[in-house]
């Protein structure tokens, strides 16, 4: 019985700190170089002030809080692909997962419009 009371112990000892493990990794996942450039153009957009420095750091945390990075980073490769021209890139304006994509990004973006501006 002692064993039995030590297994269960362990197991939910090592359970509760992967839970805790994982929802911090899924907070922190994107890398800080990511959300430095999401800020630095969401202030060129918005105006570069210390007003728009919090909110636009709020914006790209509300976005994180959402979408997992590697979500977030073939949205924005999507969107890359759109710009350049060509019959090769078609396949990123027309694919419907490349439209989900985008529109879940999007969904993201208008709730941290939402919630930060």
């Given at each position: 019985m002692?064993?039995?009371?030590?297994?269960i112990t362990v197991i939910v000892i090592t359970a509760g700190g992967a839970f805790a493990q994982?929802?911090?990794?899924?907070?922190?996942?994107?890398?800080?170089?990511?959300?430095?450039?999401?800020?630095?153009?969401?202030?060129?957009?918005?105006?570069?002030?210390?007003?728009?420095?919090?909110?636009?750091?709020?914006?790209?945390d509300e976005i994180a809080s959402?979408?997992?990075?590697?979500?977030y980073l073939q949205a924005e490769t999507v969107l890359s692909m759109r710009r350049v021209g060509g019959e090769r890139m078609s396949i990123f304006k027309n694919a419907s997962?490349?439209?989900?994509?985008?529109?879940?990004m999007r969904r993201a973006q208008a709730e941290a419009?939402?919630?930060c501006f």
């Open positions: 002692k064993r039995l009371v030590s297994a994982s929802v911090a990794d899924r907070l922190n996942d994107y890398p800080t170089a990511a959300r430095a450039d999401y800020v630095f153009a969401c202030m060129v957009t918005n105006g570069q002030t210390r007003e728009m420095l919090d909110r636009c750091a709020c914006s790209i959402i979408l997992p990075y590697a979500q997962i490349a439209e989900h994509l985008v529109a879940d419009e939402i919630v």
